[in-house]
């Protein structure tokens, strides 16, 4: 399946990455609480609405109505989309406590819905596996890691968010082997200041010269605000 570069509509963070979102992919976001990776996939699922790509998003840290609503106040207008229906928001949290057993019918409902979407769908994202893949089994992850990437295969992308050392060995190892591409977001402080950076570990199918570290900040205003400056990380 050929790849092409689909631009976030954030010029600074496209000019960076060479282009944009490498598209059809499997683009892996890791990092800790609060480093930036709902805003790292808000990005490039704001760049493939606008490029008319239809989009399913799988939230596991809010109700799908509060993750359109937080999108808007983060500086990523995506509302209308999701009016419109070009953007289908589901939330996956579980409303009682999440056991091993309820953890593996996330799991495993969560790769059937998959395999429903792929004849309709262009771009999927999860945000955050973390959720229940810390609890599910290793069979059942496996799976759905097979099921993301056939469907990127087939030419749908998808960006999976997770959370660092969250999901079992195995497993961890499994995703990032079968990602086309791994971002690595860490925070860093300049100047009494708390930025985020993103790493570029493996980006297949991006032109040559891409930067591999990317320093950046959330504006409610704008979005991802690239700054240009070398930071040590935290």
Do not use: C, W
């Not at 289908?88 to 790769?111: E, F, K």
């Amino acid at each position: 399946m050929p790849v092409r570069m689909l631009p976030t509509g954030n010029e600074e963070f496209d000019l960076k990455l060479g282009g944009g979102l490498v598209y059809p992919a499997l683009i892996v976001i890791e990092g800790e609480h609060g480093t930036g990776k709902t805003a790292i996939a808000l990005q490039f699922l704001q760049g493939a609405l606008r490029a008319g790509l239809r989009s399913v998003v799988f939230t596991s840290e809010t109700r799908s109505s509060d993750y359109v609503l937080k999108a808007e106040s983060s500086g990523f207008p995506i509302t209308d989309y999701y009016i419109r229906g070009l953007l289908r928001v589901y939330s996956i949290q579980y409303p009682g406590d999440l056991t091993r057993d309820t953890a593996n019918m996330l799991t495993v409902r969560l790769t059937r819905a998959l395999h429903r979407l792929q004849a309709d769908t262009d771009l999927v994202v999860i945000d955050s596996v973390s959720y229940f893949g810390s609890v599910a089994s290793e069979p059942l992850l496996n799976r759905l890691i097979y099921t993301l990437r056939s469907m990127t295969m087939s030419g749908v992308g998808v960006i999976v968010t997770v959370h660092k050392d969250s999901l079992p060995p195995i497993a961890t190892t499994e995703l990032k082997a079968s990602a086309d591409g791994y971002l690595r977001l860490s925070p860093a402080v300049i100047g009494g200041r708390r930025l985020k950076v993103l790493s570029v570990v493996k980006l297949r199918g991006a032109p040559p010269g891409i930067e591999s570290t990317i320093s950046f900040d959330v504006d409610p205003a704008f979005g991802i605000k690239i700054v240009p400056i070398m930071v040590s990380q935290a």
